[in-house]
Nanobody, 120 residues
Framework: QVQLVESGGGLVQAGGSLRLSCAASRSISTIYAMGWYRQAPGKQRELVAGITTAGNTNYADSVKGRFTISRDNAKDTVYLQMNSLKPDDTAVYSC??????????????WGQGTQVTVSS
């Protein structure tokens, strides 16, 4: 079992920055893949960014060059640094993790989510 707790969301003006954090209930060094998803009202959930234990990352085209995902194994925390925010980035952002000790990018665990609102 993995519990994930997000923090760092809020209201920001367009062009601003936020950093989201996702704290895991167990060592993330055992979790191959961790990622951030988002879901805006009336839209499907989309993968924003993912990162593996090797540090390999992937991003949605819409956030490339603006968002950066990172993981701190010592703190069992994954971060999403979001810069140059746009109103279209407004959504609930959720952290996700694959099952421990499995080398898979299938996400089996989810956090409750944190709201990010970008005003124009």
């Amino acid at each position: 079992q993995v519990q994930l707790v997000e923090s760092g969301g809020g209201l920001v003006q367009a062009g601003g920055s936020l950093r989201l954090s996702c704290a895991a209930s167990r060592s993330i060094s055992t979790i191959y893949a961790m990622g951030w998803y988002r879901q805006a009202p009336g839209k499907q959930r989309e993968l924003v960014a993912g990162i593996t234990t090797a540090g390999n990352t992937n991003y949605a085209d819409s956030v490339k060059g603006r968002f950066t995902i990172s993981r701190d194994n010592a703190k069992d925390t994954v971060y999403l640094q979001m810069n140059s925010l746009k109103p279209d980035d407004t959504a609930v952002y959720s952290c996700a993790a694959s099952s421990p000790f499995r080398m898979t990018t299938q996400y089996d665990y989810w956090g409750q989510g944190t709201q990010v609102t970008v005003s124009s």
